[in-house]
C-alpha cells in the first residue's frame, strides 16, 4: 500500500498483518507476523502497534484473520468464533475508540454478507478490512489540507509543537496531527517543530523524531518539562496533537501530558488544535469524564528503553491518557471540517 511516506506501519501480505515493531523504533525495523487475530490483540495491547487510527485498521485485519482462522462448515459456529474474536480484539486497549469503531464496521460486514456463503463472508471481512486501511489515509491526506486552512491566518512560518506520534506510523499512513504538519511543511510553512519527548513511552523523541527526519521537516527534541520554557520564550505558535476519544462536548483525550499542554497554550494564548478523523468522535458519550483511561504497567515508568531507573520498591503510577477540556481547544481539524467551538453545537451537525 502507498502511504506516500518513507514509513510503513502495516502490510497486509494476503494472509497474515505485518506491524512494524514500534517498541523498538527508530534503531531497530523489524516487522511482527501476525497470523492469527490473538497475536494482532496482544501486537496491540504491547505496543507493537499503537495510535488509534492504526489500532483500528489492525483490529479490523484482526477480524478479517479471523474469518481466516475459522476452518468449520456451519455458520452458526463461524457466527460464534466471529464474535468471540470481535471481543477480544476489543478488549485489548480501552482508550482509543477506533478500536470498536472498526470492529463494529467489520461485525456490520458479518451481518450484511450473513446471507451468503462462509468462504464469501471471510473474502467481504478482508476486503473491508482493506478499504478502511486505503481510507485512512485518504482522510489523514485530507485532514493535512484541512489543517493547512487552519493556519492560514499565520503570517510566515509556523512554529508547531507536538506531543506524542500522531503520525504515519500512528495511522494506516501520513498521519493526522503529523499530516497537519506534513502538508503545511509542503506549502514550505512549518519553521520548526518542537517534539516532545513523551515520556514513559518516548513516542515523540522516538518515532514523530524519526519520521521528521526524513522527510527533512526541522524540528528539534525537547523534554517534557521544557514546553512551558518554549512557550514562554516564543518558540511555539501553534500547539497540534492527535486525540484517542473525542466526546461529543469537544472533550479530547490524547497521550498523558497532553493536558498539561493545553492549559499551557491556553495561558500563553497559543491555538492548541487537535488532529483526528471523525471517526475518534464518541458520540455515545456527553463529555471526557466517561473516557476510560488505560492505566499500563508501572514498568514502564521504572524503565527507559528496558534500564531500570527507579527500584521495583517504589511505587509509580502510569495513567497512559489525559483529558483535555473543551474549553481549551480552538480547533478540532477533521477531514470534513475545521469544526469550531462551540463544539457541542458544531459536533453535533456533521453527525
Ligand atoms: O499509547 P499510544 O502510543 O497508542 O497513544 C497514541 C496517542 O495518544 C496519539 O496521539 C493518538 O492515538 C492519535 S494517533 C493519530
Request: a positive charge; glycine letters at 6%; charged letters at 25%.
Amino acid at each position: 500500500m502507498e502511504t506516500d511516506s518513507k514509513v510503513q506501519t502495516l502490510i497486509w501480505d494476503g494472509r497474515s498483518l505485518m506491524l512494524i515493531d514500534q517498541r523498538k523504533l527508530p534503531f531497530i525495523k523489524e516487522y511482527v507476523i501476525c497470523d492469527t487475530y490473538e497475536k494482532v490483540a496482544v501486537a496491540i495491547k504491547d505496543m507493537v502497534v499503537r495510535g488509534a487510527p492504526a489500532i483500528g485498521v489492525s483490529a479490523a485485519y484482526g477480524a478479517a484473520i479471523a474469518g481466516m482462522q475459522y476452518e468449520g462448515v456451519s455458520k452458526k459456529d463461524f457466527t460464534r468464533f466471529f464474535e468471540k474474536a470481535v471481543s477480544f480484539l476489543a478488549a485489548s486497549r480501552p482508550t482509543a475508540v477506533n478500536l470498536s469503531w472498526a470492529l463494529k464496521k467489520m461485525k456490520e460486514v458479518f451481518i450484511k454478507y450473513e446471507h451468503l456463503g462462509i468462504e464469501a463472508i471471510k473474502k467481504k471481512l478482508i476486503d473491508e478490512a482493506k478499504l478502511m486501511e486505503s481510507e485512512d489515509i485518504s482522510i489523514n491526506k485530507k485532514i493535512g489540507e484541512n489543517g493547512t486552512h487552519a493556519f492560514k491566518n499565520f503570517k510566515g512560518k509556523v512554529k508547531i509543537l507536538t506531543h506524542c506520534n500522531a503520525g504515519a506510523l500512528a495511522t494506516a499512513g501520513y498521519g493526522t496531527a503529523l499530516g497537519v504538519i506534513r502538508s503545511l511543511a509542503l506549502i514550505d510553512k512549518i519553521k520548526h517543530v518542537v517534539v516532545d519527548e513523551t515520556r514513559p513511552y518516548l513516542q515523540g523523541a522516538r518515532l514523530t523524531a524519526w519520521e521528521l527526519y526524513q522527510e527533512k521537516i526541522p524540528f528539534f527534541i525537547i523534554t517534557d518539562n521544557m514546553a512551558a520554557y518554549m512557550m514562554s520564550k516564543g518558540e511555539v505558535d501553534g500547539v497540534v496533537v492527535g486525540a484517542d476519544r473525542i466526546a461529543s462536548n469537544g472533550d479530547s483525550a490524547n497521550k498523558i501530558g497532553t493536558l498539561g499542554l493545553s492549559i499551557l497554550a491556553s495561558y500563553y494564548r497559543i491555538p492548541f488544535f487537535i488532529a483526528a478523523p471523525i471517526s475518534t468522535i464518541d458520540m455515545n458519550i456527553e463529555s471526557g469524564t466517561e473516557i476510560p483511561i488505560e492505566e499500563r504497567d508501572g514498568r514502564e515508568v521504572r524503565e527507559v528503553m528496558g534500564k531500570k531507573i527507579i527500584s521495583d520498591e517504589m511505587p509509580v503510577r502510569n495513567p497512559s491518557f489525559d483529558v483535555s477540556p473543551a474549553e481549551n481547544i480552538t480547533a478540532i481539524i477533521t477531514e470534513k471540517k475545521v469544526i469550531l467551538p462551540p463544539f457541542k453545537e458544531n459536533i453535533r451537525k456533521l453527525f
